[in-house]
């Protein structure tokens, strides 16, 4: 019988090897025409996830590159003001594992994404309102926050006073402080909030909006908003921890089904509300701040149509 059992043996691996799928890379991932829904577990085009801001049909919510953002779905007619990123070390500890180095991975970043760091800061009109929007760049080693991050958003903010902008919107996505930087990382904490708080004095509206997958020390940070928002009523990792390591800290106890939902949090009242699609944010941002500043569509287009410098020929000066 042992024979019997060692040509079964050798079939069997025969058909293994007949039919073995090796799991496609990172990078096959990345440039396949499809890819997977977590929510509806379908596989869609990218293509037409483009068409719809990365918004599927059954309302998950892909990362979006905050460029396409800004040009395709916030600035009027897509036209915006890059605000330059400081020149600020987001390694200050030379910090490495083993031989891979942090500072490596961080140019890599800026070489795919074409930003200096994970946080894009851009300034214009969005329906007629001046605003200077950040966006954080998922993409960008998960929108860890390093001092260079930091000084991107002073700048930013620096900008918004100098221009007496009418609002400041952060659309936040981020794993938290990069824990390359240790203190350095920690310490931009509080220089965010009290730059918050001038936004606040000069009367600057700032609105937060959360995408799924914002946690640690960037989340504790969002709270220095006038408002918080959900582009989405299932966007999850909106906690200071997640899931997973909310569960090892309470020694493996069943977490709520809903545990860092955005529906969750506006029925506990740690948002102000949630938008059914980023699709949104434009008219809902825009109508909120009119009326914070007491400004009607018609005035909003006064006031902008005023700004525009007009050259009047020598011959017609009086």
Known sequence: MNWILKVKTKFVEKVKQTFKRDRPSKADQA????????????????????KNFNVCECSHHFDLDPKILFT???????????????????DPLNFKIGETKYIDKYNANVKKTN??????AGLGKVNGLNIVAFGYNFAFG????????????????????????????????????????????????????????ELRKAGIVTIGILEAK????????????????STNPGNQSQLFAGKRVSASVNKGQALPENFGVSSSLQELGMIDGV???RIEIRERITSLIR????????????????????????SNAS
Request: glycine share 6%; net charge negative; with cysteine.
């Open 31 to 50: 440039s396949s025409a499809w890819i997977n829904c977590p929510g509806c577990n379908k596989m869609k085009l990218r293509d037409d996830l483009k």
């Open 72 to 90: 395709e779905l916030l600035f009027d007619d897509g036209e915006w003001e890059r605000i330059p990123c400081p020149p600020a070390d987001p």
């Open 115 to 120: 930003q200096d760091s994970a946080i894009l």
């Open 142 to 197: 998960g929108s860890a926050m390093t001092p260079r991050e930091n000084e991107q958003l002073l700048s930013g903010i620096q900008k918004a006073l100098e221009e007496k902008v009418d609002g400041v919107i952060s659309i936040y996505q981020s794993g938290g402080m990069s824990v390359a930087t240790n203190i350095h990382g920690l310490s931009s904490m509080p220089k965010q909030m009290f730059a918050m708080r």
């Open 214 to 229: 914002i946690t640690g020390g960037t989340f504790c940070n969002t709270y220095s908003n006038d408002f918080l928002f």
């Open 275 to 277: 938008f059914e699609s």
């Open 291 to 314: 009326v914070l500043l007491k400004k009607s569509e018609k005035e909003v287009k006064a006031e902008s149509t005023s700004n525009v410098k007009v050259d009047i020929p020598a």
